[in-house]
């Protein structure tokens, strides 16, 4: 569709298009349509069932947290910034989850059917197992705990004694934090670290939802 | 005017009430030509009721477990159909006869395309879509269905 | 961004320096030429003079719209005493007291319980105007044919054809102009014009003030009937005996019951003559006519400002449209002292009528129309249950009627007059109506609603399409005011269905637009005030109202507001506003700044713009926002001045949204360092509770929170 003529641009593109801007899609456009084929041309299925290497990944995700690491000011800012990171995955693994389930796919309307989701299919197909544990926490009403005995991003991941409030897995609770306000379910989460006897890696993601996220609950679900 | 009158207006709406996409398209069926037939004033309408039906759809939404919510309004003669995803993306399609079969094939192509948008690395949640590959393969899968 | 923003002509007159048309500078000119009160007195009666406790309450629009009417039959010699007054006739001077009945009326409902009113009204109206609004159809009776199998191009819907709609709109136009008028030469400010809800409730209070005389319901037909003379009357009880002739004589349409009550009004006059013979004759008319007599003694002298007990003559709120533009008209003609001279009277004569009306009411109306309601419940039920065998047991439990048509009633002859489109009105069905209505007048909602449900299906079964419209539409007023809880049952099974029944017939068998309109509208404001759901409904049917409405009229676009109003009113629950209506509200608001933009009502434009605004100040949707820029041109609501700067902001606008990102990360790691230390506590402590994960991952549906939360071990 030409450019120029369609109606349908957003304001900031709409009315006037720079020159240097309408030159360089064309240009990319050409390139795109006669030699490679753009992301819309793969299938979403095509790495479902392929397997990553473990230390390949193991290798990004330790890049990445140095990486990180350069320009915070201290061990929340680090976690804050994992979180954000995780949170970009979250947020594309739930759409391609559900395409995967096809005509089958549900959206989550309530706050246990979510958590459930989560720490069921969505735990399940990033790190092919489920979590170990989802909890309720007993004084609040707003938290609830989904705990991994032994995350997969902190295989490798040794952390030094200064750092000791470090959780590297605080990547994992930005994709849980993803997946709910994708499905307006907004909170926060956090992962802390709450080593047992048997599992000393023992991470729990502690969930406090947003006040309204219990209001609505209470409106939508309330006399059923 | 030969042909079928009927036009298609359709937008992907991201979280913010804001539009990520628009496209008009006329029917093929009926020896249609495809081409959209909106009168000028018939352009902020279309975008009107498409925002409005957003309160339906924050209504239904929390009803229904299905990502496909079928015909969520209606104004006047104007049909609104909504797809929602995962991630509180709306699809709303506006027609004027009722064929639900057809607008879900429609919209789980839509999906597809979606989420490969989403895939790509450089693209966020509430961007506008801009790709001219996106806009081909929207306009095909509305000639293969609508 | 730059939008093209064109500059229509009708932006170009508001804006420059001459909004107004050429009709509109004449009828400038003519008031500028009085001082600011006479500007106000000739718009007083609008909302904006009324009392606010009656403009907020819809309720009461209601109330008062369905009122007992009260013919008024004079002679001669009364009229003129109250020319000598300054007014045209005594229907004139006691019109507008009969709108707010002195004091507290108390009437008994059909369980025998008494019910007080604080604001009881009743309507005066000539009784030769019930004569001179006759339905065509009695004149040339035959002249009605059926056509299409039990169409009816029935005459009595014919005066409910609508004539009156367009006067309401022409007199809301010129009310609205005038306060366009007061906003543009500063003398209101747009607050205080009540740009709101306040034309709209003079809209739809004017059109439910001329109820037009018709076979389906008995509303507009006389209660009762004042008869009057005066003390200067030389044979006065001979006079009376030929006014009640010459009242039964008129030639009112013959559905109209001619069996209501008399009341004898003996007027003396105090300036002029004595009182001793007044009351004396005042004796004798007891004698011959019983007790519903009166005597008012009122003042034949002019009233001017100056006089120590003057006040000023109440304005009706309820004057039909057709004669409060009548009179507007005749205002503007007349000279200006003769204007407001006519428009005091003697604080003694007020007191007198007031006294009057409300003796009349509270001890003749209301006691007659009680004792008919009781006696036709009774008898013409039990009539009913003889003629057609059927078990009623209506008035005694809501919802009573499990009355089936049995086999033998259809079998015999039908009282429906296909012919007038009537029933007589002693026929059992035109009694029940009476009744119905009755009872409703007297706010007896239950009943009435008993009534009106179980005459539909008569009316239904003689096919009598107008009357069942009536009694529909009538059903779910009454249940609406019965305060019932609406559930959703009761509006998809009922509200839906009779309102869209009723305004089929109304609309596609009878073209009596009026009659649809009245009927949605006042559903509408019903539904409205139970809120919720039921306002979304009542947004609905006013859409529906709308398509009676297509031109670009006042009351489209008052419609159109009203509509926005309606959605408004869903404000949705708990802090998130779930299940509000704020879009659709704000949407109705642009679409009906547009039609006050056409009608060049510019005021009311830019109120439905700032309403709506907020909703769409940083909306992204092109077509709105360059729409919208469009409106608010067009209204006034930018200064061509401004729009260099605004084109200007829209630019740089433009290019902060695109550096905004990067703003917002900036702002995201600002707030990172100053969030420093949010991080939940977490000790390992926490006592928890564990969620058991099903297989499929799906979701525990059934179980609910103390299921699933009861105290189970970890």
Redesign the interface.
Same mark, same amino acid.
């Given at each position: @569709?030409n450019?120029d003529t369609s109606?349908?641009?957003?304001?900031?593109?709409?009315?006037?298009p720079t020159p240097k801007h309408a030159s360089l899609?064309a240009s990319t456009?050409l390139r795109?349509?006669l030699t490679r084929k753009?992301?819309?041309d793969?299938h979403?299925n095509r790495t479902k069932t392929s397997e990553l290497s473990k230390s390949a990944f193991a290798f990004l995700f330790g890049e990445m947290v140095q990486h990180a690491q350069k320009k915070v000011?201290?061990v929340?800012?680090l976690?804050?910034k994992l979180n954000q990171h995780g949170y970009?995955v979250g947020?594309?693994f739930?759409?391609?989850?559900?395409?995967r389930e096809g005509?089958t796919?549900?959206?989550?309307?309530?706050i246990?059917?979510?958590?459930?989701?989560i720490?069921?299919?969505l735990y399940?197909a990033i790190f092919q197992k489920?979590a170990d544990?989802? +909890?309720?926490?007993?004084?609040n009403e707003d938290?609830?705990?989904i705990s991994d005995n032994d995350p997969l991003v902190n295989s490798y991941i040794s952390v030094p004694k200064e750092m000791s409030q470090l959780n590297c897995a605080a990547f994992i609770a930005g994709i849980i934090e993803a997946?709910l306000d /994708?499905?307006?379910f907004p909170a926060?989460v956090?992962a802390?670290t709450?080593p047992s006897d048997m599992w000393p890696g023992r991470t729990?993601f502690?969930i406090?939802f947003e006040?309204?996220v219990l209001?609505?609950e209470g409106?939508?679900h309330g006399s059923t | 005017m030969a042909g079928s009158t009927t036009s298609y207006y359709f937008v992907i709406i991201g979280t913010k009430d804001n539009?990520l996409? +628009?496209? +008009?398209f006329g029917t093929f069926k009926q020896g249609g030509d495809g081409v959209p037939k909106f009168r000028e004033e018939q352009?902020h309408m279309n975008q009107f009721i498409a925002h409005s039906s957003l309160d339906c759809i924050e209504d239904l939404?929390?009803?229904?477990?299905?990502?496909y919510l079928k015909t969520v309004d209606k104004f006047n003669n104007t049909w609104v159909s909504c797809f929602?995803? /995962?991630?509180?993306i709306k699809f709303l399609l506006l027609h004027d006869a009722r064929s639900d079969e057809p607008i879900r094939q429609f919209f789980?192509d839509v999906?597809?395309?979606?989420?490969?948008?989403?895939?790509? !690395?450089f693209y966020?949640?509430n961007m506008?879509i801009?790709?001219?590959?996106?806009?081909?393969?929207i306009?095909a899968a509305a000639k293969k269905y609508l | 961004?730059?939008? !093209?923003l064109e500059i229509p002509p009708r932006a170009r007159s508001a804006i420059g320096a001459s909004k107004a048309s050429p009709m509109y500078n004449l009828r400038s000119s003519i008031v500028s030429t009085g001082s600011t009160t006479s500007l106000a007195s000739l718009f007083a009666g609008t909302g904006a003079s009324l009392p606010r406790d009656i403009v907020d309450d819809i309720k009461s629009v209601i109330h008062h719209a369905f009122v007992p009417h009260i013919a008024v039959h004079v002679s001669d010699d009364v009229n003129d005493i109250i020319r000598e007054k300054g007014l045209p006739d005594l229907y004139q001077l006691i019109r507008s007291y009969g709108e707010k009945v002195q004091g507290r009326i108390t009437a008994r409902d059909s369980q025998g319980s008494s019910v007080t009113f604080e604001d009881f009204a009743v309507r005066f109206v000539r009784l030769s105007d019930i004569a001179q609004r006759p339905d065509r159809n009695s004149r040339n009776g035959a002249g009605s044919t059926l056509r299409n199998g039990g169409q009816w191009d029935g005459a009595s819907a014919e005066s409910m054809n609508s004539e009156e709609l367009p006067l309401v709109d022409e007199l809301l136009d010129l009310h609205l102009s005038h306060a366009e008028e007061l906003i543009e030469t500063s003398l209101a400010t747009e607050a205080e014009s009540h740009t709101g809800q306040a034309f709209y409730l003079l809209y739809l209070r004017k059109l439910l003030s001329g109820f037009p005389v018709t076979s389906h319901e008995t509303f507009s037909h006389p209660v009762a009937c004042l008869i009057a003379i005066s003390s200067r009357n030389p044979s006065p009880i001979d006079t009376l005996r030929q006014l009640y002739k010459s009242g039964a004589e008129m030639e009112i349409p013959g559905y109209v019951n001619k069996e209501y009550l008399r009341y004898y009004v003996l007027v003396h006059d105090e300036d002029k003559d004595d009182i001793q013979k007044s009351t004396a004759l005042f004796e004798q008319m007891k004698r011959h006519f019983g007790l519903h007599c009166h005597l008012l003694r009122i003042r034949s002298s002019m009233c001017i400002v100056s006089d120590e007990d003057s006040v000023p003559l109440a304005k009706s709120q309820w004057l039909p449209a057709s004669d409060e533009l009548a009179e507007l008209h005749s205002r503007q003609e007349d000279d200006i002292e003769g204007d407001s001279l006519s428009r005091f009277i003697h604080g003694s004569d007020e007191s007198a009528i007031k006294t009057m009306i409300r003796e009349m009411v509270a001890q003749s109306i209301i006691p007659f129309m009680e004792r008919n309601i009781a006696s036709w419940n009774d008898q013409i039920l039990s009539r009913r249950k003889g003629i057609g065998g059927r078990v009623l047991s209506f008035s005694r439990r809501f919802l009573g009627s499990t009355a089936t048509r049995s086999a033998t009633n259809s079998a015999t002859a039908s009282n429906f007059d296909p012919v007038t489109n009537s029933y007589d009105p002693v026929t059992p069905e035109a009694q029940m109506r009476k009744l119905a209505d009755w009872a409703f007048m007297l706010r007896d909602w239950k009943l009435a609603y008993d009534v009106y449900n179980t005459i539909r299906t008569d009316f239904n079964n003689d096919k009598a399409w107008l009357h069942v419209a009536g009694a529909q539409e009538m059903t779910i007023i009454s249940l609406l005011l019965t305060g019932q809880a609406i559930t959703p049952k009761i509006r998809t099974d009922t509200i839906d269905v009779y309102l869209d029944a009723a305004c089929y017939s109304y609309v596609t068998r009878f073209r009596a637009f009026y009659a649809a309109l009245r009927c949605l509208l006042v559903t509408v404001e019903l539904l409205r005030l139970s809120g919720g759901s039921s306002a979304e409904l009542a947004a609905k049917w006013a859409i529906k109202a709308l398509d009676l409405n297509i031109r670009p009229t006042v009351g489209r676009a008052l419609i159109s507001q009203r509509v926005g109003d309606c959605y408004a009113v869903r404000q949705g629950?708990?802090? /998130?506003g779930?299940g509000g209506r704020r879009r659709k509200a704000a949407m109705w608001h642009v679409l009906a700044a547009d039609t006050w933009i056409q009608l060049g009502k510019y005021a009311q434009a830019r109120h439905c713009i700032d309403v709506a605004m907020p909703r769409y100040m940083s909306t992204?949707f092109?077509?709105i926002?360059r729409f919208l820029d469009q409106l608010k041109l067009d209204s006034g609501h930018v200064n061509l001045l401004d729009l260099g700067s605004m084109k200007i902001s829209d630019d740089t606008e433009?290019d902060s949204?695109?550096t905004d990102d990067v703003d917002e990360e900036k702002v995201d790691i600002a707030e990172?360092?100053i969030?420093?230390?949010?991080? !939940?506590r977490?000790d /390992?402590k926490?006592?928890?509770?564990?969620?058991p994960?099903?297989a499929?991952?799906?979701?525990?549906?059934m @179980?609910t929170m103390e299921e699933?939360?009861n105290d189970r071990p970890?």
């Open positions: @569709m450019r109606p349908f641009r957003p304001a900031s593109t709409g009315a006037s899609t456009n795109y349509s753009s992301i819309y793969r979403l000011y201290g929340q800012d976690e804050k970009a947020q594309r739930l759409e391609l989850l559900l395409w005509r796919a549900k959206r989550e309307t309530r246990l059917g979510i958590l459930q989701f720490s069921h299919s399940r489920p544990t989802l +909890e309720k926490v007993r004084e938290e609830y705990m997946v /994708g499905h307006c926060k956090t802390h709450a729990v502690l406090k006040p309204e209001e609505r409106l939508r | 539009p996409y +628009e496209a +008009e352009r939404q929390w009803a229904s477990k299905e990502m929602l995803t /995962g991630g509180n789980t999906y597809d395309l979606y989420c490969k948008t989403l895939m790509n !690395p966020e949640v506008a801009r790709s001219q590959t996106f806009d081909q393969k306009k | 961004m730059a939008l !093209p629950a708990g802090s /998130g779930w992204e092109v077509y926002r433009k949204a695109d990172a360092l969030e420093e230390g949010e991080k !939940p977490f /390992g926490r006592r928890s509770i564990l969620i994960q099903t499929n991952g799906d979701a525990p549906g @179980m699933s939360f970890l």
